[in-house]
């Protein structure tokens, strides 16, 4: 029986090479220069730590980009309220992975209720589908990518 997994995955090497090169590039900014501005990066949470809050937003800008120049979608991102204490103001920002329960059983119900010939069945951080016909799970793809949740997902391990 065909299937395949719906899943939510950031690639941490490539979470790493952006930090390093955004980290490099705060470094040999004028605007940054003699600050203490740096991105500093722990089992996928990166904290941005600068002087002022304007050096934070420009921190954020340069991050984005370098995530997005490394194939990491931004939609990931759980940015935090900045935290301002005396002369450092800290934010952090966490790359979500994986489908929690709740988004798992909003994409099982919108399969379900989309009449296809497809099962759905949540298990641990993935969605697998599976049916009878390659066409069924094609139509399942794209409706699930037509859905536009907050989370990017990827489809993979696609079995015949």
Same mark, same amino acid.
């Given at each position: 029986?065909?299937?395949?997994?719906?899943?939510?995955?950031?690639?941490?090497?490539?979470?790493?090479?952006? $930090?390093?090169?955004?980290?490099?590039? $705060?470094?040999?900014?004028?605007?940054?220069?003699?600050?203490?501005?740096?991105?500093?990066?722990?089992?996928?949470?990166?904290?941005?730590?600068?002087?002022?809050?304007?050096?934070?937003?420009?921190?954020?800008?340069?991050?984005?980009?370098?995530?997005?120049?490394?194939?990491?979608?931004?939609?990931?991102?759980?940015?935090?309220?900045?935290?301002?204490?005396?002369?450092?103001?800290?934010?952090?920002?966490?790359?979500?992975?994986?489908?929690?329960?709740?988004?798992?059983?909003?994409?099982?119900?919108?399969?379900?209720?989309?009449?296809?010939?497809?099962?759905?069945?949540?298990?641990?951080?993935?969605?697998?589908?599976?049916?009878?016909?390659? +066409?069924?799970?094609?139509?399942?793809?794209?409706? $699930?990518?037509?859905?536009?949740?907050?989370?990017?997902?990827?489809?993979?391990?696609?079995? +015949?």
């Amino acid at each position: 029986m065909p299937s395949f997994d719906i899943v939510s995955e950031v690639n941490a090497h490539e979470v790493t090479n952006a $930090v390093d090169q955004a980290n490099r590039e $705060v470094g040999t900014r004028f605007d940054f220069k003699g600050t203490n501005a740096k991105y500093e990066l722990k089992d996928l949470v990166v904290t941005l730590s600068a002087p002022t809050d304007f050096q934070l937003e420009q921190m954020m800008d340069i991050l984005k980009l370098k995530l997005a120049k490394r194939g990491i979608d931004i939609a990931c991102m759980k940015v935090d309220e900045p935290v301002i204490s005396g002369q450092t103001a800290r934010q952090q920002v966490t790359l979500r992975q994986g489908i929690d329960t709740e988004l798992g059983k909003k994409i099982q119900r919108l399969i379900k209720d989309s009449k296809l010939k497809v099962q759905a069945a949540i298990q641990d951080k993935q969605v697998r589908v599976s049916g009878k016909s390659k +066409d069924d799970l094609q139509s399942a793809i794209a409706l $699930v990518r037509g859905a536009g949740f907050d989370l990017p997902l990827q489809f993979t391990n696609f079995r +015949d």
